[in-house]
């Protein structure tokens, strides 16, 4: 099992940045794929982006040159690096974890609010 506890949100207006933050309870290389998802009021949960245990990435087509995913094993945390923030990005945002034969883990979520 892996318990996720996400920080980092907050309020910034257009044009900001924010670093989200997710720290798991165990050793993240043991973690096949950790991404970042958002949802939006009204809205399904989509994904933002992930990065497997040997740090390769992908991205939503909207965040692409905006978001940097990374992870920094020693600290057992997953970072969500948004430049350009922009309205649309509004959402709640998970951290996710999934390890091989388990259901996927979520974090408790964070919000992220762009003002224009």
């Known amino acids: 099992q892996v318990q996720l506890v996400e920080s980092g949100g907050g309020l910034v207006q257009a044009g900001g940045s924010l670093r989200l933050s997710c720290v798991a309870s165990r050793n993240i290389f043991e973690i096949n794929y950790m991404a970042w998802y958002r949802q939006a009021p009204g809205k399904q949960r989509v994904l933002v982006a992930g990065?497997?245990?040997?740090?390769?990435?992908n991205y939503a087509d909207s965040v692409k040159g905006r978001f940097t995913i990374s992870r920094d094993n020693a600290k057992n945390t997953v970072y969500l690096q948004m430049n350009g923030l922009k309205p649309e990005d509004t959402a709640v945002y998970y951290c996710?974890?999934?390890?091989?034969?388990?259901?996927?883990?979520w974090g408790q979520g964070t919000q992220v609010t762009v003002s224009s």
């Open positions: 990065i497997t245990s040997g740090g390769t990435t």
């Open positions: 996710n974890a999934m390890l091989i034969h388990q259901l996927p883990y």
